[in-house]
C-alpha cells in the first residue's frame, strides 16, 4: 500500500493539482493532515477535491478557525484577514464538512496522522526536544505531521535522535528515506500551499512501508498564476509575496 501524504494545502488549487499529476499512479490511497484553506485563494476548489480525494483527513487550526471551532484571537492579522476571505467562499455544505473533521491523531494504513504534534494538535514541532514526545508515545513506528511547513522529521532508536535532512535536490523530484525496522520515525511531508523551509515547490510524501521508503517529494507550479487569484480576491500582500520565496 502506498500512501499519498498531503499536508498544509492552504486553499492553494494550482500546487495541488501540480502535486496530483506529478505523482499520479505512484501512490494507493491519498491522506491529508490538515489545513486545507486559510491563506490561498482556492478554499471551496481544494475542499471538495481533499473530500473526494482522502481515505483519512484531519483537522488543522486553520480549518478549526474557518469552522468556527476555534478563535482567531491569537491569529496575526494578515491570517485573520485570509480566515474571514475564506468563510465568504465557503458553502454550508463544505463549512460543515471541515467543522466535522476528526482531531488527530488518527491511525491509518499503519500509519499515524498528526496536524500539529502528537498529544497537542495545534502544538509546532521543531526541535529534537518538541518531537521526542511524538516519537515515544505514538501507536505506530511512523507517524506523520504537519502545521511547520518544513519537510523533514526525526528518527528514533536506543536513545538516539535524529533529525532528518531530507530534501530533494533543485532539480530533483523527491528524495527517499529507508525506514529501518525497530527504528521510530516522525515525519512532515512539508506544505503543498505555503511552504516555509526556502524551498518554494509544492512539498509532499509517499510512503510505501511494505517497500521500507518513504519518498519526500517537491514539485513546482505556475505560482503566478495563484498570486494573481489572490491579488484579485484582496488577500493580504504579504501572503500573496511570500509564496515564491517560500518563506
Ligand atoms: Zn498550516
Known amino acids: ?53 482522502t481515505h483519512a483527513c484531519i483537522r488543522g487550526n486553520h480549518d478549526k478557525a474557518v469552522a468556527g471551532i476555534m478563535s482567531t484571537e491569537d491569529f496575526n492579522p494578515v491570517a485573520k484577514a485570509a480566515v474571514n476571505w475564506t468563510r465568504s467562499q465557503l458553502s454550508p455544505d463544505l463549512m460543515k464538512w471541515l467543522a466535522e473533521l476528526p482531531r488527530g491523531p488518527v491511525e491509518s494504513n499503519d500509519v499515524v496522522l498528526v496536524h500539529g504534534a502528537f498529544q497537542d494538535e495545534d502544538e509546532y514541532v521543531f526541535t ?63 506544505s503543498i500551499g505555503q511552504p516555509r523551509d526556502a524551498d518554494p515547490r509544492a512539498s509532499f510524501a509517499i510512503a510505501d512501508l511494505a517497500n521500507q521508503t518513504v519518498e519526500f517529494w517537491r514539485v513546482p507550479y505556475e505560482i503566478g498564476k495563484v498570486q494573481s487569484r489572490m491579488r484579485k480576491a484582496g488577500l493580504p500582500e504579504p501572503l500573496v509575496q511570500r509564496l515564491e520565496f517560500g518563506r
Open 128 to 190: 529534537p526536544a518538541q518531537a521526542l514526545e511524538g516519537l515515544l508515545d505514538s501507536t505506530a513506528p511512523v507517524t506523520f505531521f504537519g502545521h511547520t511547513h518544513h519537510q523533514g522529521g526525526f528518527s528514533y532508536l536506543d536513545n538516539n535522535l535524529e533529525v532528518l535532512q531530507i530534501r530533494p535536490r533543485p532539480n530533483e523530484l523527491f528524495a527517499p528515506l529507508r525506514v529501518e525496522p525497530g527504528k521510530r520515525y516522525l515525519l512532515n511531508p512539508g
Open 1 to 53: 500500500m502506498r500512501i499519498l501524504i498531503l499536508s498544509d494545502i492552504h486553499a492553494n488549487f494550482t500546487a495541488l493539482e501540480a502535486a496530483l499529476a506529478q505523482s499520479a499512479g505512484r501512490w494507493d490511497i491519498a491522506v491529508c493532515l490538515g489545513d486545507i484553506v486559510g491563506y490561498g485563494p482556492d478554499p471551496a476548489e481544494v475542499s471538495e477535491k481533499i473530500r473526494t480525494l
